[in-house]
C-alpha cells in the first residue's frame, strides 16, 4: 500500500504538469510583437463614462460611479455588505512573517481569492475607468480630476443599497451544477448563481442525461484516487466519497456538513483525503488552519478563511476536542457574520467553504457531532 506521502508527492507532480495561469477580470495582456504591422489597424481607445462632481449634487456622481463599477469587465463584486474583487494569492518570499499574527492560516500559491476594496483602492479603480471632472473657477469651466475621496467614501458606505454590481457568492475553479441540475462549465461569471469560475482548463462535456453506465463508469474514476487509503469500512469508504462530490458541489449548495477524517496513528493519509478534495475543486491543496484548544482564536483563524472565500479548509492535526459555536453556525446557515482581522467590525458573507478536520482519534464535541460526516 502507497503511504501517504507518496500520495502527497502524486498530488504536487499532478498540480505542476496541470498547472495554468490566471488573469483577473479586466487585465490587460501583453502585446506580442509581430513582425509585419502595416496592414493591422490599432483598436480605438476606450471611450471612459463621464462623471461631473458638481457641488450639492454628489448624490449624481455616487450614482454614476456605482453604474461603472457595475461593469462586469472590470471585475469589481458585491459580496453581502462589501465590494470585493477576486486576487491571485502569493506567499512573500523576502520576509520572515509570511502570515497575519493571530490568523495562522497558510493557503497555496496561486490560489485565487477575495479581497474586499479599501477607500484608497476603490479612488484608483474609479480613476482608471472613469473620466472625473469639477468645476475649476480660474478657467471658468470643467476639467478633469482624480475620483474625489468623498465619492468612494460614500459608494462604501451604502453597504449594498442601491448597489447595482454583479453579486458574488463565491469564486471556484472547477465546474460545478446550477441549483436546476445544469452544469456550470464557461468560464466567467454566471448571474444566475453568483459564482466566478476562473481558469483556462477544458473540460469535459457532461452529457444532460447520462446513463447508469456512464454514472458507474465516473464512480470508478472518482474512486481511484482513494483506492488504497486504509479504510475501516465501506461506510467509511462512502464517507470520503462525499467529500470528493461535496467538494465541487460545495459553493452550489446552501450549507454541507463538516467532514472529519480521524485514525488510530500517523501516516496513514489523513491529510491525503482533505488534499485529493480540493485538488478536484480548485487544482491546488486545501487551505490549512493551525488548530487551538482557544475557541475565540480559533473564530479567528476560521474567519480570516471565510472572509478570503476559501473554497476548502482543513482543521489540520486537531491534538484536543475539537469546538466552536461559529463552526455549528457555518455549517447550518447560508450567511454568517465574521470579525474582521485588526479591527472591531463585523462582516456578513456568505457560508461557501466545505470545513473539514484531521486528527488523530479526534474527537469532536456537542452540537458539531450532528453536524459532521
Known amino acids: 500500500m502507497p503511504s501517504a506521502t507518496d500520495?502527497?508527492?502524486?498530488?504536487?507532480?499532478?498540480?505542476?504538469?496541470?498547472?495554468?495561469?490566471?488573469?483577473?477580470?479586466?487585465?490587460?495582456?501583453r502585446p506580442r510583437p509581430v513582425e509585419i504591422v502595416s496592414t493591422l489597424q490599432a483598436e480605438p481607445p476606450r471611450v471612459k463614462p463621464l462623471i461631473k462632481v458638481v457641488k450639492r449634487e454628489i448624490h449624481r456622481a455616487v450614482n454614476q460611479a456605482v453604474a461603472v463599477l457595475s461593469n462586469r469587465d472590470f471585475g469589481i463584486f458585491s459580496r453581502a455588505d462589501e465590494l470585493v474583487r477576486p486576487v491571485t494569492h502569493r506567499t512573500p518570499s523576502q520576509t520572515l512573517t509570511v502570515?497575519?499574527?493571530?490568523?495562522?492560516?497558510?493557503?497555496?500559491?496561486?490560489?485565487?481569492?477575495?479581497?474586499?476594496?479599501?477607500?484608497?483602492?476603490?479612488?484608483?479603480?474609479?480613476?482608471?475607468?472613469a473620466l472625473f471632472m469639477k468645476f475649476n473657477l480660474r478657467v471658468n469651466d470643467?476639467?478633469?480630476?482624480?475620483?474625489?475621496?468623498?465619492?468612494?467614501?460614500?459608494?462604501?458606505?451604502?453597504?449594498?443599497?442601491?448597489?447595482?454590481?454583479?453579486?458574488?457568492?463565491?469564486?471556484?475553479?472547477?465546474?460545478?451544477?446550477?441549483?436546476?441540475g445544469t452544469v456550470l462549465s464557461e468560464p466567467g461569471y454566471d448571474a444566475d448563481t453568483g459564482l466566478l469560475l476562473v481558469g483556462e482548463r477544458l473540460w469535459r462535456h457532461v452529457p444532460e442525461t447520462p446513463c447508469k453506465r456512464q454514472a458507474m463508469d465516473a464512480l470508478a474514476v472518482l474512486s481511484e484516487p482513494i483506492a488504497a487509503l486504509p479504510f475501516e469500512s465501506e461506510s467509511d469508504r462512502a464517507a470520503a466519497l462525499a467529500?470528493?462530490?461535496?467538494?465541487?458541489?460545495?459553493?452550489?449548495?446552501?450549507?454541507?456538513?463538516?467532514?472529519?477524517?480521524?485514525?488510530?496513528?500517523?501516516?496513514?493519509?489523513?491529510?491525503?483525503?482533505?488534499?485529493?478534495?480540493?485538488?478536484?475543486a480548485t487544482g491546488r491543496r486545501a487551505a490549512v488552519i493551525t488548530p487551538t484548544p482557544d475557541e475565540a482564536e480559533l473564530e479567528k483563524r476560521i474567519g480570516a478563511c471565510a472572509l478570503a472565500g476559501d473554497p476548502i479548509l482543513s482543521v489540520d492535526n486537531v491534538t484536543h476536542i475539537l469546538r466552536s459555536d461559529q463552526l455549528c453556525q457555518m455549517l447550518?446557515?447560508?450567511?454568517?457574520?465574521?470579525?474582521?482581522?485588526?479591527?472591531?467590525?463585523?462582516?456578513?458573507?456568505?457560508?461557501?467553504?466545505?470545513?473539514c478536520a484531521t486528527g488523530k482519534n479526534l474527537t469532536v464535541y456537542g452540537d458539531l457531532n450532528r453536524r459532521t460526516i
Open 142 to 180: 470643467f476639467v478633469p480630476c482624480d475620483c474625489p475621496p468623498e465619492v468612494a467614501k460614500m459608494v462604501l458606505a451604502r453597504k449594498g443599497h442601491n448597489w447595482t454590481m454583479p453579486r458574488l457568492k463565491a469564486v471556484i475553479s472547477a465546474p460545478t451544477l446550477r441549483h436546476d
Open 243 to 280: 467529500l470528493l462530490i461535496t467538494s465541487v458541489l460545495r459553493p452550489s449548495l446552501k450549507t454541507s456538513p463538516m467532514f472529519a477524517v480521524s485514525a488510530p496513528s500517523a501516516g496513514t493519509g489523513k491529510s491525503l483525503v482533505v488534499d485529493v478534495a480540493a485538488v478536484m
Open 7 to 29: 500520495g502527497h508527492d502524486q498530488l504536487d507532480a499532478f498540480m505542476r504538469a496541470t498547472a495554468r495561469p490566471w488573469s483577473p477580470p479586466g487585465a490587460v495582456e
Open 332 to 355: 447550518t446557515q447560508d450567511e454568517v457574520q465574521v470579525r474582521v482581522l485588526g479591527s472591531s467590525k463585523n462582516v456578513r458573507i456568505p457560508a461557501t467553504s466545505l470545513i
Open 99 to 129: 502570515a497575519k499574527q493571530g490568523e495562522n492560516v497558510s493557503r497555496p500559491d496561486g490560489s485565487v481569492i477575495v479581497t474586499a476594496l479599501t477607500e484608497a483602492a476603490l479612488i484608483e479603480v474609479l480613476t482608471e475607468t
